[in-house]
């Protein structure tokens, strides 16, 4: 019952520079093609800094349409390579309508299928939700010649609701580009029960679902324009779980890197007949879980 | 905002005789009593052996009625040592129909509420589908004086809707009387994936909904009534996990322990204050989660 594909997660920091960073994307996914990588998964908003640092609507000037010219390229080095290719963009859809949208390219360079984000965060530091209206396609699998992926975006990660969902609908492994980091003001013990609670968190979505869990996450200080804060140190430490949500690949926290790991699509068969949790959900006594609150 | 409760885990291994039990139970209650704790968890099914490993009739013989003889030595034992006690024991309901139970008693003796299991586990070696009829009284947390406690049994730890909705209606931190083990005849990796799979879960249900969980397992090999299998290790491991996951207190995987953690019930508060899972969930997508399966 064996499935083996090859993925690879590309890791890497952000510069001011939209085409610099889109050519360091393209870059690494050469290097990971070039191992044999048939899936390739960037960081979310993977062309640009992290902009949602401040609220600024010059900002908006990021943003592209999908298709569009970011799209094009991306499209044109999925054919090229031959790869399922994951990205995650800035999509502008209207003006003054904007998304923070994953993109799944078929190893053809068609579009196999889009996400947009769901789970909108805003907090210190991170203002999505001036930035990004909520997404409004779902949670819907993406077909692909590796399978099934349930991309979702990094603030779905603390969503437990969303990665069930995924699987629900036929997601073969979870797949979450993120932008996630330390405000450099905190302490380091602070620091490690963030990355932690942040592996843990989608580690169980892997155990609780019986399925691979893939998180790439960028790297680098980004400042903060607005002088505001301190700025981000993102964490990196992007992974790829395993079915019982055991680690097979980690990165480290500040250096560009191109992670590389087999994954045996066969393993959610085998783990789920020892751990049926799909079996005994209790549908009959959720409904308290489409309400804000009830207490 | 500091709310602190002293909390202790009761983790032990249990023989033939159900007085036995208790009295192993009793008297580690006391001594945590002794130590300052208010609230005390007891174990899955504490007062017997993990009777499921088997199907067999002569096994209804070990339920109790709520109230009923257990419950009367554990009121008195709650109202002689001031404290909140959480106890989990075989219902039996009505002829024929038995449910996996627990009960909570308040410093006074009282019975503050009960949770009767909701999700109920099949699997070689856990037989309870046979036993437990599944639970018809919700996920509803008991209130008590040290506060509102989401109690949930066991295979409940795999399901994050339970760990969502006690959140949801109000749960000030998750309670998990648990009884889980090895099989012999797995080979360490496969011990350790899975018991790390249990830590990870339950320490995921803390992250995303920002709460205290308190799990607490038996220890001690019991071996297969039927001897159809090679009975199982009870892994212990009991622990404490704060708001953000972090563990707090854990103990050893094969001894008796009384395991003791103060937790300040304020942590709450300031951790959701920088992780507002609970504002951003997308409860008009989430209909999905009311189904079996949709792919």
Known sequence: MSRIIRAALLQHACGEDKNTNLATSIAMAREAAGKGAELVVLQELHTTRYFCQTEDVACFDLAETVPG??????????????????????????PGLHHNTAVVFERDGSIAGMYRKMHIPDDPGFHEKF?????????????????????????????PEAARLMTLRGAELLVYPTAIGWDPRDDRAEKERQRDAWTIAQRAHAVVNGLFVLSVNRVGHEPDPSGVLAGVDFWGSSFVAGPQGELLAGAGATQNETLVADIDLGRTESVRRIW????????DAYDGLLKRYEA
């Open 276 to 283: 049926p949790f799909l079996r005994d959900r209790r549908i």
């Open 131 to 159: 930035y990004f209206a909520p997404g409004d396609i779902g949670f819907a699998p993406i077909a692909t010649s590796v399978g099934r992926l349930g991309v979702l975006v990094c603030w779905d990660q603390w969503f």
């Open 69 to 94: 010219p970011a799209t094009e390229w991306l499209s044109a080095v999925a054919a090229e390579l031959g790869i399922v290719l994951v990205a995650s963009l800035f999509e502008k859809r209207a």
